[in-house]
């Protein structure tokens, strides 16, 4: 009669202790969850921080090469100037029938070198 007692008993208690363990390894993982977020909630601040300081640096670089960047483009515009101002020498030169003479190596350069 005890066993007949004890198998309707020992099921549910079985059921109980599974739910427990169950129950056990959620908070486990809950808790390991809530570690890993409050890393992250910690890191955010000094993660701001750099990014804030990048942003401020790429601002001071922006206003350090624009000027540059225009004294390139500038430099660009005057080659361009040169290279057509060249151009009209050289059809001038066509259009009166003028050649030019290649210059002639300075001998004394040639003879200073030996």
Not at 12 to 19: F, W
């Amino acid at each position: 009669m005890e066993q007949e007692l004890e198998s309707p008993i020992a099921e549910p208690e079985h059921e109980i202790v599974e739910t427990v363990d169950a129950i056990h390894k959620a908070t486990d993982s809950i808790e390991r969850h809530v570690e890993v977020i409050e890393t992250l909630a910690t890191s955010v601040g000094p993660l701001t921080e750099s990014v804030d300081r990048l942003t401020a640096t790429m601002g001071d670089l922006v206003r350090l090469l624009g000027p540059m960047a225009a004294a390139e483009h500038g430099v660009q515009a005057a080659e361009q100037g040169v290279r057509e101002a060249e151009h009209e020498v050289q059809l001038a030169e066509r259009f009166f029938g003028l050649r030019r003479r290649k210059a002639a190596a300075e001998p004394e350069a040639d003879s200073a070198e030996s």
